[in-house]
């Protein structure tokens, strides 16, 4: 490790941070639902080892309440927490910074802030970013859902269009997976009549990888909400105000000689949901990958051929499940307190647990008010499965001072 330079506790929450310490010291890529979570479980856990997390964010982001700040229904507060908050007193190190390479042979990672930092043990939870799948435009043109920022741009966009209504106006969300069906269902809400709702899917059907109870109620929802869903096409560009669209089921091909030419859509804005790209950080040596870019694991979440280097949440795939683990947050809250568990295993030289995944269930956002849920032999939508869904994701809640902040102002607002 020589000409590694220990990080000093500049840029951390923590300056009780000692890098003397790495040969124990857990270090921490990320501070998403499979990082954070780590972190917090792994600090309840009597004579803990170092812990440090790097994360470059201020706050942590309760993503699948995203759909509820816009809408204002929940508060900025309630599910973006300061982190130097959430770990406060944990004995975790908070080094705002992002990591951008990893050498697993030197047991380094170096930061964008210029960092070498060495560990004991490394989990990587860089999670996932949404990919436009090089469609010319989309990049520069679209808009995302996933941050903050993403929420006050629309927030803005949709009081822009309600103060300068034209005819026509329309927002347009492109894929109809969970993800862009509650967005849908959210906008066309807020949107009242101010502009209309485009869900373009280029699949056979909305939320394909969903329970049919959740399906049929989503459909539901967004035709009650006038949402148009436009199955089988594909956008092969966007532009400033405008989409090219191509359908791409057979029918369409079949009505004409020719393949069926390209519809131009007219719109405000485009909402880009649809696909996940999975960029970890350059790693040295390069790691096994699956066919989708997400890192191969062994079930005990160790990265195939570097057993002191652990892999959690969207950017795991862990050998000896049957079919690829959903993209959600349920499966970091599962693999949390197994890696927390497997990481101080690992430490003392103790055979280590493999994860099995629990199929809990899916519970999706349908507007305002409005949710649907199914799992554990229940089927249930409308406003009580809206408060189901609120009450579960509140007992998923980072930190007991947060949890019960944040169960307090929703009892006073139910009153």
Not at 93 to 99: F, G, K, P, Q, S
Not at 233 to 250: C, G, Y
Request: neutral net charge.
């Amino acid at each position: 490790m020589e000409g590694a330079s220990d990080i000093g506790p500049e840029g951390l929450s923590d300056p009780t941070w000692e890098a003397d310490s790495a040969a124990q010291a857990v270090v921490i890529v990320g501070g998403g639902f499979g990082g954070l979570y780590t972190a917090l479980a792994l600090s309840q856990r009597p004579e803990h080892p170092p812990i440090l997390l790097i994360e470059p964010n201020e706050h942590f982001l309760f993503l699948p309440l995203l759909y509820e700040l816009l809408s204002r229904e929940l508060r900025r507060w309630e599910i973006a927490p300061r982190y130097d908050a959430l770990l406060a007193g944990r004995g975790i190190a908070h080094l705002r910074d992002r990591v951008e390479a990893i050498d697993t042979d030197r047991r380094q990672v170096h930061t964008q802030g210029g960092q070498t930092i060495r560990y004991g043990r490394l989990v990587i939870a860089s999670g996932a970013t949404t990919t436009t799948f090089g469609v010319p435009g989309a990049e520069r043109h679209c808009q995302g859902f996933r941050t903050l920022a993403d929420v006050e741009r629309l927030q803005k966009l949709l009081g822009n269009l309600a103060r300068h209504p034209r005819p026509l106006q329309r927002l347009a969300v492109v894929g109809a997976g969970a993800t862009g069906v509650e967005l849908a269902c959210k906008l066309a809400d807020l949107a009242d009549g101010s502009a209309v709702i485009e869900l373009i899917e280029q699949g056979p059907e909305l939320l394909p990888q969903s329970r049919s109870f959740n399906r049929e109620q989503a459909a539901l929802a967004l035709q009650r909400r006038d949402v148009r869903l436009r199955t089988h096409t594909a956008v092969v560009a966007v532009e400033a105000d405008r989409l090219r669209l191509h359908r791409t089921d057979a029918a369409a091909a079949s009505a004409a000689p020719t393949p069926p030419p390209e519809e131009e859509l007219v719109v405000a804005a485009v909402i880009w949901t649809a696909g996940l790209a999975f960029r970890p950080p350059a790693i040295t040596p390069a790691p096994p990958q699956d066919a989708r870019g997400r890192l191969r694991c062994e079930p005990t979440l160790q990265l195939e051929g570097r057993p002191e280097v652990f892999v959690i949440g969207d950017l795991a795939a862990p050998g000896g499940l049957d079919g690829p683990l959903p993209s959600s947050a349920q499966v970091a809250f599962q693999q949390a307190p197994l890696l927390a568990a497997n990481l101080l295993r690992s430490l003392a030289q103790e055979p280590l647990e493999p994860f099995r995944w629990n199929d809990l269930g899916e519970m999706l956002s349908l507007g305002r008010g409005e949710a649907s849920l199914c799992g554990a032999g229940v089927t249930l939508a409308g406003r009580a499965a809206f408060r189901l869904r609120q009450l579960a994701y509140l007992s998923r809640m980072p930190g007991l001072s947060h949890t019960l902040r944040v169960a307090a102002g929703w009892l006073a607002d139910w009153r």
